[in-house]
């Protein structure tokens, strides 16, 4: 997984990461990093990337590719420390949970690490952003979250039942 999303982070030339992808290539078991030393390589490489933006690249476009590894890093190292060092993802096009899409259903759980406002931020984002096969995609991976969560701390179906009521679809 790390070799996949340095080649991502370090090519000028891709601009994209498909989650659906990128969990059939790591063997269908995707999972948060156990290693501090990984998550942290993972966080660097999200916010040297924003800065290294080529004068040829679309604005756009480098925004998306920057969002992306917000999102892999906030998923495959979910911690407050993770939140805090790499925000949400900038614009409106990427969900910061687009990368949970990855995650064994029986991983999801694991992103209560992230604590409860930065849990509530991400999915909040997540929902706000423009609509798109990726973002329904996300949606449905919420409401299923919701119904098979075993989390109490922090409350996770609470956390996402309130942002679906107050940002339908």
């Not at 997984?1 to 030339?13: E, G, K, N, P």
């Not at 890093?73 to 990427?94: D, Y």
């Not at 990855?102 to 999915?123: F, K, S, T, V």
Request: proline fraction near 7%.
């Amino acid at each position: 997984m790390l070799w996949d999303l340095h080649d991502f982070a370090s090519r000028a030339d891709r601009r994209w990461l498909y989650p659906d992808e990128m969990r059939q290539r790591w063997g269908g078991d995707a999972r948060p990093i156990a290693r501090q030393a990984e998550r942290d390589l993972l966080v660097s490489w999200a916010l040297a990337v924003e800065k290294l933006k080529p004068a040829y690249a679309d604005a756009e476009q480098w925004q998306a590719k920057v969002d992306l590894l917000r999102s892999a890093a906030l998923i495959f190292a979910p911690a407050t420390r993770t939140f805090q060092r790499v925000g949400l993802p900038a614009g409106k096009r990427i969900p910061s949970l687009l990368f949970a899409l990855a995650l064994h259903r029986n991983r999801r759980d694991e992103l209560g690490q992230l604590g409860e406002a930065p849990l509530r931020e991400m999915i909040e984002q997540s929902l706000q952003c423009r609509p798109g096969p990726w973002t329904a995609k996300v949606r449905r991976w919420l409401s299923d979250w919701a119904t098979e969560t075993r989390m109490h701390q922090p409350n996770v179906k609470a956390l996402i039942q309130t942002s679906v009521r107050v940002h339908p679809a």
